[in-house]
């Protein structure tokens, strides 16, 4: 397959695109930029495929298979210490390659949740097992897979009597505003950020080369009444013959991301979580601060080096997803000019029409 490179002349900028067949979806967590312009990113084949600064394919590495750096679903792409590593959710193992696609290591665990995050010293794993009654942890591990410390214990909402049906069975009751605990690093992988249910605001900031905790985000905002139309109407989309287990307050943390300068950015429920503009920048001791774009488009920012910024994005004319470059002053506009929309019924990623 070869890779187009062309550029799109916008009103007020030059916004190259790079656009390929290999890929099958524009999610910043499959794809990674390195400093130098280099591009990793997972394939529909479960590859992983590497271009050059000028869109030239260097080489690809992995496929489909059960063999040492072979893939059956990964879902996990990151470049870290000259290391690009890549987590298969089904065989639940790290893969860890050179830049040149030479595998280095592959690091096994029986059973690990669907969410990993790449540390300084190995990886975080949030672990959770529907239909088991044991507390959910996030925990620490090396880079063998080996445990260091359990970070945070808590009890998943679906475990609680009533709530949500167990594995395999009928579901009879939803809240569609379930609380779940994020957890996300910086970008040096030195910190972890984990929200806590409930409904206050708090964010435990992990120091994972100390191996302790470092501090809490607290702030003193107000959990706002839960929504019954809106949540009657979630229920009618998803989940038929359900009953809509309401709460009395929407907890006060939707989402947490990091930013490619360390910053958090934070999603909050409101009365109305259809409009999805509630978003809360903080930096690292919970100060509130600033981005040089909107924090809503935060899902589309793969990186920023210098001047240069890298965005998910989707190439009309071909219909392949794509990775788009600008200045990185231009990046709202870039994206205003680029819009997408995720179509749940194809379950795919399409261009807004404007």
Not at 39 to 47: G, L
Not at 120 to 149: H, M, R
Not at 274 to 300: M, S
């Amino acid at each position: 397959m070869v890779l187009l490179l062309f550029a799109l002349l916008l009103p007020t900028d030059s916004v190259q695109i790079l656009s390929h067949t290999e890929t099958y979806k524009p999610f910043v967590y499959n794809v990674a930029v390195l400093e130098n312009g280099h591009i990793y990113f997972i394939n529909s084949e479960k590859q992983v495929i590497h271009f050059d600064e000028s869109g030239k394919k260097i080489g690809s590495f992995g496929g489909e298979g059960d063999g040492p750096g072979e893939f059956r679903m990964p879902i996990y792409l990151g470049v870290q210490n000259q290391t690009v590593w890549v987590y298969d959710i089904l065989k639940g193992a790290a893969s860890e390659f050179t830049l040149d696609g030479e595998l280095k290591h592959v690091y096994q665990s029986e059973k690990v949740g669907s969410r990993i995050v790449k540390t300084a010293v190995g990886y975080a794993f949030e672990k959770y097992f529907l239909g088991e009654s044991s507390p959910a942890k996030i925990n620490l591990v090396d880079q063998t897979l080996k445990e260091i410390t359990t970070v945070m214990e808590w009890t998943p909402e679906w475990i609680h009597p009533g709530r949500v049906a167990r594995l395999g069975e009928r579901v009879s009751k939803v809240n569609p505003a379930k609380e779940q605990i994020r957890l996300v690093s910086d970008p040096t992988g030195k910190f972890l950020y984990i929200t806590h249910p409930g409904l206050s605001f708090k964010i435990t900031v992990f120091d994972v080369m100390k191996g302790k905790i470092s501090h809490h985000i607290k702030r003193d905002d107000q959990a706002v009444p839960f929504n019954k139309e809106w949540g009657m109407a979630q229920i009618k989309k998803g989940a038929g013959g359900a009953s809509l287990d309401a709460p009395k307050y929407f907890p006060l943390i939707r989402g947490l991301s990091v930013s490619p300068s360390g910053k958090l950015v934070v999603v909050k429920w409101t009365w109305d979580p259809d409009i999805k503009d509630h978003f809360l920048v903080l930096d690292h001791h919970g100060k509130e601060a600033t981005l040089n774009y909107a924090p809503q488009n935060q899902g589309r920012v793969i990186a920023i080096y210098s001047d240069t910024a890298y965005l998910s994005g989707y190439d009309d004319e071909s219909g392949e997803a794509t990775i788009i470059k600008c200045s990185s002053d231009k990046i709202d506009q870039t994206i205003n000019h680029h819009p997408l929309v995720y179509q749940k019924k194809k379950k795919l990623w399409s261009p807004v029409k404007l």
